[in-house]
């Protein structure tokens, strides 16, 4: 299991006032997204994920985004999520697509991080619990 | 049909670093819940009744919240909305609770706009066509 | 010193797709201004105040606002918010006009809280330190 | 005049649980910036182009962004915004910094449109007022 598809409806007040989506508001869909992935795969939120992994976030290193076809209000569209994962870091890949067409695309590369003796973020090993689950 | 009830996902991006929503994000949630509950009733979306009715927004007057317990990212909160017609506006009751319990509540009053001859926004009596959609 | 000003730009993104200000956005703008009216009077930030004070945040119990006019992108808006004190809550108003109209009006009570023994916040009376402060 | 900086201060609605900025709302200071440039060059806001240009926006293709160090609720970070133009299309970088340290770097490819006799968005050649007004 290592992607997962989720349908989601663009709102009113995610759009513009040319009438379609806010680009930022796709960073916000990619972001759940990639936390979705993650619940699918291992059966619990990302709040529980706090609560019972070595786990302390996520941070974006970079991310990179084509926009192909605008969306709207009222469009229901799908977002199917993939990753690869690295030792301490890994790579997330969105597909948005409406009605069989892509309308964007977004690349993130992100870092497994747990908090040291004195209270700061470092990377961290994908703990191996996490990784077995997503080899399903 | 009068009211319509639907399933949010509480997400890490709408919360603060208090760990819970952040208070503004609820209002975008009662805004697509108002039009979740007319999509029920008349079976288009939004968009669409841009496009097949006499109708340009419902403006906002006025809107007061309550809120009583705080919800998290991972929460999935119901929404239950009902509305009464007057004869140019209707008022909206959002009731937003988890596991059973009350968190927020709001009330709305919008107006049903259309455009007069010189282009600008009016207030206009609701359509008996809505109306009779929402006497079911 | 019960009072504060500050002058917030309209930003594309804050507008839908009727080309005006997306209602929640106001909130966004309040809270904040809540929050600048507090640094304006302590001469330190929100981020501040939780490392030098006893204070855990001013979770909103209620708010309502008024909507008298719209605004758009590339409005330079002015807020003016005021504030009276209770013992362990105080009231809050913002005034948000557009070349000497008003545009929006909104009131809200918040609570100051503290965190307990337990970890919990509870409310708990604004700090004399705080309260010599806006006095001025 | 290829460049223009403005400070934003980081709002505690612009944070997440992590008690840093989430990252979307970078997005959003970005696509503010890329106006405020134009908005510096051609002494109009974006509005007002859309009134006195031919010109229906700017509509983004590709995006990218890398996150170098975190801000927080309280952070006045300064945003420099350069330009270059091609044909169509024109190529934006944002830099973010706090007290002289790059926290987020950004690049976009935007296309200048105007409507074509259908009412379609279409590419048009960047104006040679504006390109004039750049030249300064």
């Known amino acids: 299991m290592l992607s997962n598809t989720r349908t989601v409806r663009i709102e009113w007040g ?11 508001r796709y960073f916000e869909i990619f972001d759940a997204s990639t936390a979705a992935l993650f619940e699918h795969a291992l059966g619990i939120t990302k709040f529980q994920m706090f609560k019972t992994l070595e786990f302390t976030g996520w941070p974006l ?4 985004a084509r926009f192909l076809k605008p969306t709207r209000f009222g469009d229901d569209v799908t977002v199917e999520t993939t990753v690869k994962f690295g030792r301490t870091s890994f ?33 961290h090993p994908v703990p191996e619990a996490v990784l077995a689950k997503f080899r399903g």
């Not at 995610?14 to 930022?24: L, R, S």
């Not at 290193?61 to 990179?64: I, P, R």
């Not at 697509?97 to 991080?113: D, F, H, N, P």
């Open 14 to 24: 995610d759009c513009d006032p040319a009438g379609i989506i806010f680009y930022p």
């Open 61 to 64: 290193v970079h991310t990179k």
């Open 91 to 123: 790579d997330i890949e969105h597909r948005l697509g409406l009605k069989g067409e892509i309308c964007a695309e977004c690349s993130e590369k992100r870092v497994w991080t747990v908090r040291d003796a004195g209270g700061r973020l470092k990377s």
